[in-house]
């Protein structure tokens, strides 16, 4: 009879004990957040632990069906259209395993993977979802052309702007909770403004809201838009918040190395253009001369236009570096486009943290950027373009403390209202390091 009792309790023990391990593994899906960007509709499911999921696709109607193993729903999954995505449904599976289907308005094809947790979320389950239709390289033969300025033959300088980070992506965070990605967002589109209001120069910027650009993808949409210059901007961050100041980096040599041996590489992607050249009916050893000498001119325009930058953006905040930085940085490895990278200040630091949020340092900086750029290009026209021509038939002059616009125009024998056209300047005001162009021949 004990003997009896003693196994039908040990029986039971182990019922209890399995059913424990089973509850303990099981994972709790406890939020869902949706980044809908121009080219593709990111999700992301938070997870209490990693898990093993399943993903296929269905049609008629079209949709994405996740089957997330020893998993439960700890909340309601949002309603209404997201990007590619109409409804968002689930229900139990097996009695133990999640299924989350997702109701799409088009036919797409879905990536997946899995993140470890950072300093904002946990545990996650990335699913992005793509257009089956669209063709990215497609994109780039069809992009926009240029624009050519009426009569005259001649484009303007198209200037990339690329805000880093985005979506699930914050970038580093500041102590009153600042998000890199939201501040530099903001200066990309000062800066824009900034750009669109100089004769002869245009901007588009690369990330225009809340959701994340692999990093690739920002050199081929810089590249689709035809850019003559590519800019990141980012805010700097470090374990000591006493850290501060701006800073602007190229491409380091190591990374234009890497960069060339990729290019040679790949061969999904027969239409590449380096410099405007073909590498389709190259041989290994022409595309990697072209290569070479594309990437060895693109390299000395990224440091020549990044030291004129940096010496501009001096004279209106600290700098954490004077000098131009190399380093390694995916996004500067276009090897036909000079690009640099902008640490506009450290988030880490309090009182950089609240100048990153101030609309006047973001306008003060994106001026000084803007300088910066005005003075590379005049020292390095680009054929074809109508700054070019302003250059080869003008001189520029950098306003000194106590000058004025009449004084300037009686120094040069131009008249005020030409000089006034020329530099796009709805008043007479000006001010100290601001480069202006003078007609000649007026």
Request: proline residues 3%; charged residues 25%; aromatic residues 4%.
């Amino acid at each position: 009879m004990t003997r009896t009792f003693l196994l039908m309790v040990s029986a039971l023990l182990a019922t209890i004990s399995v059913v424990s391990s089973v509850a303990a593994a099981q994972i709790d899906v406890t939020g869902v957040r949706a980044w809908p960007a121009p080219d593709h509709t990111r999700l992301v499911f938070e997870i209490s632990a990693p898990l093993e999921y399943k993903l296929f696709t269905l049609d008629g109607p079209e949709r994405i069906v996740i089957d997330l193993k020893d998993a439960r729903l700890r909340m309601s999954l949002p309603k209404g259209t997201v990007g590619f995505v109409d409804k968002l449904r689930s229900a139990e599976r097996n009695g133990t395993d999640l299924r989350i289907v997702l109701d799409t308005n088009k036919s797409v094809k879905a990536k997946t993977f899995l993140l470890v947790p950072n300093q904002t979320y946990g545990h996650r389950l990335v699913v992005d979802l793509y257009d089956k239709s669209a063709n990215s390289s497609s994109k780039v033969k069809n992009s926009r052309p240029v624009k050519q300025l009426a009569n005259s033959g001649l484009r303007d300088l198209v200037i990339a702007i690329d805000a880093g980070h985005g979506g699930e992506d914050p970038g580093a965070l500041g102590r009153k909770g600042t998000r890199e990605k939201d501040v530099v967002l903001q200066i990309a589109r000062v800066l824009k403004s900034k750009i669109d209001k100089q004769r002869g120069m245009k901007a588009v910027l690369i990330r225009k809201g809340d959701y994340y650009i692999n990093l690739r993808q920002r050199i081929t949409l810089a590249r689709a838009a035809k850019a003559d210059m590519f800019i990141s901007i980012h805010a700097d961050a470090f374990k000591d918040h006493r850290a501060k100041g701006a800073s602007v980096y190229v491409l380091s040599e190591r990374g234009a190395s890497s960069e060339a041996a990729t290019w040679l590489a790949r061969q999904e992607n027969q239409s590449d253009l380096v410099g405007g050249v073909s590498l389709d009916d190259k041989d290994p050893l022409t595309k990697q001369v072209l290569i070479d000498l594309s990437q060895h001119e693109t390299q000395n325009d990224s440091h020549s236009s990044a030291k004129e930058v940096l010496r501009a953006m001096g004279s209106v905040t600290r700098l954490h570096k004077k000098d131009v930085q190399q380093a390694g940085f995916l996004v500067l490895k276009s090897p036909d486009i000079p690009s640099i990278l902008i640490e506009t200040a450290y988030i880490s630091n309090p009182t950089e943290e609240q100048n990153l949020r101030s609309k006047a340092y973001q306008t003060k900086l994106a001026t000084a950027i803007v300088t910066g750029l005005k003075r590379y290009f005049a020292l390095s026209p680009q054929p074809g373009t109508l700054l070019a021509s302003v250059t080869q038939t003008s001189t520029s002059h950098t306003i000194s403390r106590g000058e004025t616009l009449s004084l300037i125009a009686n120094r040069y024998q131009v008249s005020l209202r030409n000089l006034r056209a020329t530099n796009k300047l709805a008043s007479d005001r000006i001010r100290v390091g601001q480069v202006l162009v003078i007609p000649r021949g007026t």
